[in-house]
Nanobody, 120 residues
Framework: QVQLQESGPGLVKPSQTLSLTCSVSGGSIDGTYYWWSWIRQSPGKGLEWVGTMAYGGSTSYSPSLKSRTSVSRGTSKNQLTLQLSSVTPEDTAVYYC????????????WGQGTQVTVSS
């Protein structure tokens, strides 16, 4: 059974860089035809796709966040990271990592999510 676990600071100051890690167990992040994504949900809003790293390492990002976002492998095996720079209170959200096998956002596994609040 694949499990995903997000971790990172719960509070980030405006203008700083948010860094989150998704630790994957029960499967390899290097598996072929897997796409690993970050998705967030702000208070009172729906789910918002942030970015994806495909097998092979190519990345894609939400156009509205692209200039501030980086998704990459972590320093430890089977980890995915998210960096979001120049954060504002509008980046306050629950951040999830998820896996799908289609590349079209049909997520089959989700982490439980981690709350990030941007506030001074």
């Amino acid at each position: 059974q694949v499990q995903l676990q997000e971790s990172g600071p719960g509070l980030v100051k405006p203008s700083q860089t948010l860094s989150l890690t998704c630790s994957v167990s029960g499967g390899s992040i290097d598996g072929t035809y897997y796409w690993w994504s970050w998705i967030r949900q702000s208070p009172g809003k729906g789910l918002e796709w942030v970015g994806t790293m495909a097998y092979g390492g190519s990345t894609s990002y939400s156009p509205s966040l692209k200039s501030r976002t980086s998704v990459s492998r972590g320093t430890s095996k089977n980890q995915l990271t998210l960096q979001l720079s120049s954060v504002t209170p509008e980046d306050t959200a629950v951040y999830y990592c998820a896996r799908d096998r289609t590349g079209y956002g049909a997520y089959e596994y989700w982490g439980q999510g981690t709350q990030v609040t941007v506030s001074s």
